[in-house]
């Protein structure tokens, strides 16, 4: 069955950074955009990264950009989000999700603390 | 401040029809497709339903959609205890070039 898994998440100090995975499994993994998408405690949702199926795509929402970077190694089934100079604003559960016209499968969710 | 607005909480009692709504603007229900998901502690959010109304497999017709103008809507009829969830909703928002959700909608099965 389909199924994308989160790590990596934990404790990091304001400034510091973190390096997210997301692994699929049970579909072609290289056929399909993934996107990150996270939820602030006691927030909604906020969608603020996408990879295309090949690496070649790729966007950041302005609340992100400059110090998170989004790649993917399909060899590998694996998408990573590395974030740097985190503020903790940026404490969330990071979601990865397959997207194709669709959010259609999820992973659970790895927390990022950010403080000190 | 979530783009798309949907009311914090909702209830009913098993058996019961419940609705949740979900308000947009132009640029995203009124011009896109809207998606459901339903937020349960400790597992992954489950796509509810796609394209406004279908359901992928697995979920129960119990679970219908409906959208109008900048407006959707997701009911649930036959409500059950294991329904009680986190609910939102999500379109693509082509001024923002992105997907955007609603804020969540806590359903309470009394």
């Known amino acids: 069955q389909v199924q994308l898994v989160e790590s990596g998440g934990g404790l990091v100090k304001p400034g510091g950074s973190l390096r997210l995975s997301c692994e699929g499994s049970?579909?072609?993994?290289?056929?399909?955009?993934i996107s990150w998408i996270r939820q602030a405690p006691g927030k909604g949702l906020e969608w603020f990264s996408y990879i295309s199926s090949g690496g070649t795509s790729i966007y950041y929402a302005d609340s992100v950009k400059g110090r998170f970077t989004i790649s993917r190694d399909n060899a590998k089934n694996s998408v990573y989000l590395q974030m740097n100079s985190v503020r903790p604003g940026d404490t969330a559960v990071y979601y990865c999700?397959?997207?194709?016209?669709?959010?259609?499968?999820w992973g659970q969710g790895t927390l990022v603390i950010v403080s000190s | 401040q979530s783009v798309l607005t949907q009311p914090p909480s909702a209830s009913g009692t098993p058996g019961q029809r419940v609705t949740i709504s979900c308000s947009g603007s132009s640029s995203n229900i009124g011009s896109n497709s809207v998606y459901w998901y339903q937020f349960l502690p400790g597992t992954a959010p489950r796509l509810l339903l796609y394209r406004n109304n279908q359901r992928p497999s697995g979920v129960p017709d119990r679970f219908s959609g409906s959208k109008s103008g900048t407006s959707a809507s997701l009911a649930i009829s036959g409500l059950r205890s294991e329904d009680e969830a986190d609910f939102y909703c999500a379109a693509w928002d082509d001024s923002r070039s992105g997907w955007v959700f609603g804020g969540g909608t806590k359903l309470t099965v009394l």
């Open positions: 999700a397959r997207d194709l016209e669709k959010l259609d499968y």
């Open positions: 049970g579909f072609t993994f290289s056929d399909y955009y």
